[in-house]
């Protein structure tokens, strides 16, 4: 399994960092590089303890499905989703949010497993790390420019 994080400052309060983190809608904008948009998703934006969302993006040049469900959530603070059906063997991303004198550090840390034994370990190492971590960073920024805003 491999895990990731990413620590960004932003220069917001942690409310403010926390619901966009959870709005679906952003999320789909955040990605937009990749034509992520949102299949399913509850009524609201911003999602809560429970909820399912499924979004298609485009990785690889393949098109790719992702549901996943909140499964840990601690507002301000904490929220977690993980998923339900898509490509990897496990995914699960844990969104942190912690008070500090700019505003709030926002971690992210990503845990994943690929399918298909040694030939997914292979590709968790040299081709997905870089690519998830890309798109982690890219997300964060995205994120702290519209908090900041």
């Known amino acids: 399994m491999a895990v990731l994080s990413v620590e960004t400052s932003i220069a917001a309060p942690p409310e403010v960092c926390f619901d966009l983190a ?27 303890l429970g909820d399912d969302v499924e979004f298609q993006g ?3 040049g393949i098109r790719f499905r992702l549901s996943a469900r909140i499964t840990a959530f ?12 898509g490509p990897f063997k496990t995914f699960a991303h844990e969104h942190c949010f ?3 004198p700019e505003g709030t550090i926002m ?14 370990r292979l590709a968790e190492r040299f081709l997905l790390q870089s690519h998830l971590e890309a798109i ?8 702290r420019q519209a908090a900041e805003r």
């Open 22 to 48: 959870r709005d679906v809608e952003f999320h789909a904008e955040s990605l937009a590089h990749t034509g992520e948009r949102v299949l399913r998703r509850p009524e609201r934006r911003l999602l809560v």
């Open 58 to 60: 485009r990785h690889f």
């Open 74 to 85: 601690d507002p301000p603070v904490y929220f977690r989703d993980e998923m339900t059906r």
């Open 98 to 100: 912690a008070p500090s």
């Open 107 to 120: 971690r992210d840390v990503l845990r994943f497993e690929a399918p298909l034994g040694l030939l997914g």
């Open 136 to 143: 982690l960073r890219r997300r964060a920024q995205a994120l």
